[in-house]
């Protein structure tokens, strides 16, 4: 089985754009997680969704936003990114509904870097 | 206090040796997961328990949920063990999951 893929692999945008990552889950996970990773905060979750609907969503302004599609795939959406969120962009595939007490199968990440 | 506390922050160790890491919560939970993490990003899950012990090769977890804590051990360290290891632990009040801020592990050939 193939697993979690994420693209892109390298982004570098600037101060007030927009972005969008994608994340494809390992064939029949319908649980789809997001997290950011930075130095100084560690790992922090972002949301989590399940069959297009999301289930849960972590402390972080509303300019973080994301979807799921009928396939599973996923999107999250930074708009007027700040330099604060550079960061690595993991998303993580899981079978059960709720993919937090579940095993969850990571992506190898989307750096984004914003100057 | 985080809700989540590792310890060691960083540990180098000799080929060979024992290695223990050690999670501590604050918060109710029903499971805790350990993460290895490699230079380049990399995550990969090693356990997830909510009892009692597991062993995985030569990665052994235990919890102790009326103690609030968790430890992974590492038996006959080797150097592709090098990693950052991190608990995680999802909360039972919200369902939100919650990260240590890990461990840096260095064993020495």
Known sequence: KAGVTQTPRYLIKTRGQQVTLSCSPISGHRSVSWYQQTPGQGLQFLFEYFSETQRNKGNFPGRFSGRQFSNSRSEMNVSTLELGDSALYLCASSLAWTGVTDTQYFGPGTRLTVL | ?109
Request: aromatic share 6%.
């Open chain 2, 1 to 109: 206090k985080n809700e989540v506390e590792q310890s060691p922050q960083n540990l180098t160790a000799q080929e060979g040796e024992f290695i223990t890491i050690n999670c501590s919560y604050s918060v109710g939970i029903s499971a805790l997961h350990w993460l290895q993490q490699h230079p380049g990003g990399g995550i990969v899950s090693l356990f997830m328990l909510s009892s009692g012990k597991k062993k995985h090769g030569r990665l052994i977890a235990t919890i102790n949920i009326q103690e609030k804590h968790s430890s992974l051990h590492i038996t006959a360290s080797h150097p592709r063990d090098s990693a950052v290891y991190i608990c995680a632990v999802p909360m039972n009040r919200d369902d939100k999951i919650i990260f240590g801020k890990g461990t840096r592990l260095h064993i020495l050939p």
